[in-house]
């Protein structure tokens, strides 16, 4: 039997940056776009360009190399022309591969709150559709609230899904926007679509507004739609979109899906997906649910005696699928050898080659379970957990040590009676026995002290030009005066990489400090000379 293509399409950066609490930088964004790139998506919807001043920014340039680069934005306005219209033609000058439309399928929607005919609304369906395939776009459009729309008013709904796509459109999407809608209303408005616009180039957007997104969107694939949208772990406005940690395993794993379609995304990416979800998490910087499904650390766990007993019989009896192919773990019981394999599996992503009965993987499993019981989290700090793989397998040097450190933080008048307030940081290094000591004023003493560390590595510091210090999370993980603090920093240089590190003390510039040894010493590893 002959699968059918799924598509994906990942709108974290447009409609996941409506959840109430999260705000994208730039940086954020080209983070979380090569996060989904790398992933396997097919379609990344990065903003709306023109709209504000970072998403004009992040699609100044091409932000993915596989997945289609994608721009959101609205259809012509009424009583004006495609050429004579800014947002529209923002998103034709933008360096999208593909635009996104959002057009109004409810006819009650269109007279309230656009005040204009129904007509009109067709026509600028039409006109900006056309204007965007005639650049060479693939061309995507989103019909807002189509299913009250069509429970409204099914003719006038149908006749926008129809419009789009006779004037162009590589998709037309069905949005269920108040996210109301029950999968059985879902899956019989989709096979009436189909009467106008083939399955083949239908999809569905789904809210979770009743907790069905995700049995809203299979609903609709089900019926045929062939173009899913979602987010990661499931954020957007009010109570967010269709999960695609959720979607993608279930159209892998189960059934009727998995035997009728497939997605862009191979068994190693699926392998992926627990380290994806808990690093978004972390970019975010929230802690991961527990209970998410597939991916959460309470999915394959359990506390039942007679559940585990069973478990050590087999597994199956209360586990819907192994762990492991999802990148997560039994969490019962967990034998040396089944975290060895999970082990084995990370350090694989990272390049480090290792035997299965080296001895030393027990002292790296018992480290990293020790640590994270402190407070460490390397789902979202790669670079950290390289470290510690190679430190414990012996493959990092001992570029330099560290003295001593201490900040200050000064809260005075300039020579222009301003007040002000400046961070000086004083690092005291030891770099093959010479003692190097470094004085820096930062806009903060974390900044002061990124600056101090870097100012003098001796030999090393022509190796750490380039080094720059994107971004810094910090997150209190308990309370009370002994609070437990983890930062997590982000770092780059000019071949483009992007890596995280992480720290963890009850002083924050304490944590502060390690996460940012380890992003230098990190640094150093990666431009270390091959050996001949």
Known sequence: MTKERLFLFDTTLRDGAQTAGIEFSVEDKITIAKLLDNMGIDYVEGGYPGANMVDTEFFSKKRTKNATFTAFGMTKRTGR?????????????????????????????????????????????????????????????????????????????????KSAFDAGARWVVLCDTNGGTMPSEIHDIVLAVKDVVPGANLGIHAHNDTEQA????????????RHVQGTLNGIGERCGNANLISLIPTLMLKEPFASAIEIGISTDQLQGL????????????????????????????TKAGIHASALQKDPSCYEHIEPEIVGNQRNVMVSQQAGKSNLLTVLA???????KNDPRLDGLLHT??????????????????????RKTLGQVPEYFRVESFRTSVERRFNARGEMVTMSEAVVKLEVDGEILMSVAEGNGPVNALDLAMRKDLGKYSDRIDDLELVDFKVRILNGGTGAVTRVLVESRDKSGERWFTVGVSAN?????????????????????????
């Open 368 to 389: 990293v379970k020790e640590r994270e019981a402190r407070g460490y989290s390397y789902d979202g700090a790669d670079a950290s957990f390289a470290l510690l793989a």
């Open 508 to 532: 924050i510039i304490d944590a502060s400090f390690e996460a940012l040894y380890e992003s230098v010493t990190y640094k150093l590893l990666k431009t270390e000379p091959e050996k001949g």
């Open 274 to 301: 627990t380290n994806v979800s808990r690093g978004f998490d972390e970019l975010l910087n929230r802690a991961p649910a527990r209970q998410s499904p597939y991916v959460g650390a309470s999915a394959f766990a």
């Open 349 to 355: 992503r990272f390049g480090i080659q290792v035997e």
């Open 214 to 225: 995700v049995a809203n969107t299979l609903a609709a694939v089900r019926a045929g739609v």
């Open 81 to 161: 022309s495609v050429g004579n219209d800014p947002g529209l033609q923002g998103l034709l000058q933008s360096e999208a591969e593909a635009i996104c439309f959002v057009a109004k399928a409810w006819d009650r929607q269109i007279k309230l709150a656009m005040g204009i005919s129904l007509d009109e609304n067709l026509q600028s369906i039409d006109a900006s559709v056309r204007a965007s395939v005639k650049t060479g776009r693939e061309t995507i459009v989103d019909c807002e609230h189509f299913f009250d729309g069509y429970k409204s008013n099914p003719e006038y709904a149908l006749n926008c899904a």
